[in-house]
C-alpha cells in the first residue's frame, strides 16, 4: 500500500546526495511507490490540535547536481499523513525541543519516526553516557575548577558544547596548550548550558563509526573519516 510520507529536513538543495541517510531513505520511499512532501521545520505551525507545514511534493534521483524537483508550494495538514520524518540536524537547543512538542500532537496516530517524546528525552551526548564502557573518561560541566582537575589528570583532551553538531567547536587541548584559559572564557560567554570535556583517544584519527540499528537489531555500519 502506497503512504503519504512527509519529511522534515534541512534544506534540501544543500544536503550531499553521496552520504546523507535521510536523501537515501527517500530515494528507497520514493522506489516503494510512496509519496513524498518535503518542508523544513520552521514552517510548522500549530493551530489548535492540527498541525500544519508549508512544503512542497517532491521526486528525489540520485544525480549530482540534479537530485530533486520541488512541486508547487502548499500548507499540508500533517495529521492526514501516515508517516513524518524527522530528520533535521541538530543543535538540540528550544527550537529543535518545541518541535518535537508540536509533533507530540499528531503521533501515534501519524506515526512519527522517531518518536518525538524519546528524541526530546535522549539528547545524543547525554544519552550515550548509559554505556560508559563504549566511552572515554568524560566530563559534563560549565564550572571552570572541574574542568581544570579534568585536564591536570588526563592532559591531553577534548573540550566541545554540549549541543553542538557536526564537529562544530570541538577543540583539542594537549597538556601544554596555552590557551586552556582563553578558550573555557570564550565557551562561557557563548553556550549557557553546560559543555563536555572528553580524554583524547589518539585512534579517532582512523575514524567516526555509526553502527545503524533496526527494531533494535544491526542493520550495518559506517566508519566517518
Known sequence: MALKVAVQMDPIESISIRGDSTFA??????????E?????????ALSGSKLYATGSNVSVRDE????????????????RYDVVLMRQDPPFDMGYITATHMLDVIHPKTLVVNDPAEVRNAP?????????????ETLITRDPYELASFR????????KPLYGNGGAGVFRLGESDQNFSS?????????????????????????DKRILLVDGKVAGAINRV
Not at 531513505?25 to 510512496?34: F, I, N, S, T, Y
Not at 565557551?187 to 582512523?206: C, G, N, S, W
Request: positive net charge; aromatic residues 14%.
Open 124 to 136: 545524543e551526548k547525554l544519552f550515550v553516557l548509559n554505556y560508559p564502557q563504549f566511552m572515554p
Open 36 to 44: 513524498l512532501f518535503y518542508y523544513q521545520t520552521r514552517t510548522l
Open 64 to 79: 549530482l547536481g540534479n537530485h530533486y524537483t520541488l512541486g508547487e508550494e502548499r500548507r499540508a495538514d500533517l495529521g
Open 152 to 159: 591536570r589528570h588526563h592532559g591531553d583532551i577534548i573540550l
Open 183 to 207: 578558550l573555557l572564557e570564550l565557551f562561557t560567554q557563548t553556550f549557557r548550558e553546560p559543555f563536555i570535556a572528553q580524554k583524547y583517544l589518539p585512534d579517532v584519527r582512523k575514524g
Open 25 to 34: 531513505m527517500m530515494l528507497e520511499a520514493q522506489a516503494r511507490g510512496h
